[in-house]
């Protein structure tokens, strides 16, 4: 089984921090990155809160999500740091850390992957349904109700009937579910 406990994710942090210390702040890897302009902390700024140390912040962050991995930023670094590398690494720690701080994430994918599992693909109306009886908050639905009305009147959100499904799929997902939790 994959280690997945908080010290294998310090452990991690702080090999990251260790490569980011070397960082000269230029901002080249900010002005090389595609993404910059929608994440929350350039890449510039997440480097120079890795080494202030500013873990919080850094794994709350969404930048490291967005990031594309095109490698512009890595290519580009005066230092020749791997800052591709770095941000797959945030997202590791993140993915370790993140379910305990707000599982509403988890919740999200877990519902998504059970109806591709049950359909072949997602089928929104139940994918919603599910996801917001999981979250167990009766109001939740309501603050995307008028999305769900504008979608359904344009024809964009297919109002179906909930199904069992054909369950093709349980084979791959035992499969992956198996190789994810190999030794």
């Known amino acids: ?5 908080p010290s294998a994710a310090a452990d991690l942090l702080s090999a990251i921090s260790d490569k980011v210390n070397a960082c000269i702040q ?3 890897c900010s002005a090389s990155c595609p993404n910059a302009f929608a994440m929350d902390f350039s890449p510039r700024h997440l480097w120079r809160l890795l080494q202030a140390g500013e873990m919080q912040a850094v ?10 991995t095109c490698y512009y930023c ?23 850390q993140l379910p305990m701080l707000d599982p509403s994430g988890v919740l999200f994918y877990q519902k998504f992957l059970e109806s591709v599992r049950r359909h072949g693909r997602v089928r ?9 009886s999981a979250m167990k908050n009766p109001l939740l639905p309501f603050q995307f109700a008028s ?37």
Do not use: W
């Open 1 to 5: 089984m994959k280690e997945n406990t």
């Open 26 to 28: 230029c901002g080249t």
């Open 59 to 68: 794994l709350t962050s969404r930048s490291f999500s967005l990031c594309s």
């Open 74 to 96: 890595t290519l580009r670094c005066p230092r020749g740091l791997p800052l591709t590398d770095i941000m797959s690494a945030l997202k590791q720690v993140s993915a370790r």
């Open 124 to 132: 929104e109306m139940e994918f919603m349904t599910l996801y917001f």
């Open 147 to 183: 999305l769900g009305i504008r979608l359904i009147s344009r024809k964009k959100l297919p109002f179906q009937l909930p199904s069992k499904g054909s369950e093709r799929l349980n084979a791959l997902f035992r499969k992956v579910n198996e190789l994810e939790n190999a030794p």
